[in-house]
């Protein structure tokens, strides 16, 4: 059963580059989409983008200039990269699986941006 | 982008109960909707897929109906382990939405 696990700085100062990866266990990452969706608190979930096996990405046109993904298949990892962060970025930050619609997800992680 | 909107935003409903969620998009998206679980503290879980396809291991009392801009979710028979905040969202075109969530609670 694949599993997904979050990682990366729980704090992170404004202006600066917030950086998680998720790890995927239980089964190979090949042929599938990798997504990052978060959560601000009381607030709705948002599509931040996915990458492909391949490296290709699609991201959140909301997000595009801040926003860059990338895959490490030998590690069994993708990752997120979001510069210029400011209080707006604070969120619970999942991983997920798909194209089109999610599964399996991580249980997100809390990033919190503040000096 | 499409903007996803649902009803109510909580309820409270005994067990046993039929309970009824809606999704409405800004734009046909014909069936191209998905609908979550998601409980405190844990990662959310797909249900229905493609508005009415209920996920693989899903319990049957879930289930799902719609097309074009209006869209229904329904649990049949409300129990315990469902209290969690439903969400919906589409899958017509990039970027993906979701709806802001409907609380489900048990009297």
């Known amino acids: 059963q694949m599993q997904l696990q979050e990682s990366g700085p729980g704090l992170v100062k404004p202006s600066e580059t917030l950086s998680l990866t998720c790890t995927v266990s239980?089964?190979?990452?090949?042929?599938?989409?990798w997504n990052w969706i978060r959560q601000p608190a009381g607030k709705g979930l948002e599509w931040i983008g996915h990458v492909y096996t391949s490296g290709i990405t699609n991201y959140n046109p909301s997000l595009k200039s801040r926003v860059t993904m990338s895959v490490d298949m030998s590690k069994s990892q993708f990752s997120l990269r979001l510069n210029s962060v400011t209080a707006a970025d604070t969120a619970m930050y999942y991983c997920a699986r798909g194209y089109d619609r999610f599964d399996p997800w991580g249980q997100g992680t809390l990033v919190t941006v503040s000096s | 982008d499409i903007q996803m909107t649902q009803s109510p935003s909580s309820l409270s409903a005994s067990v046993g109960d039929r309970v009824v969620i809606t999704c409405q998009a800004s734009?046909?998206?014909?069936?191209?909707l998905n609908w979550y679980q998601k409980k405190p503290g844990k990662a959310p879980n797909l249900l229905i897929h493609d508005a009415s396809n209920l996920y693989t291991g899903v319990p049957s009392r879930f289930s799902g109906g719609g097309s074009g801009t209006d869209f229904s979710f329904t649990i049949s028979n409300l129990q315990p382990e469902d209290i969690a905040t439903y969400y919906c969202q589409h899958s017509d075109y990039f970027p993906l939405t979701f709806g802001p969530g409907t609380k489900v609670d048990v009297k």
């Open positions: 734009h046909d998206i014909r069936k191209n």
């Open positions: 239980g089964a190979s990452m090949k042929n599938y989409y």
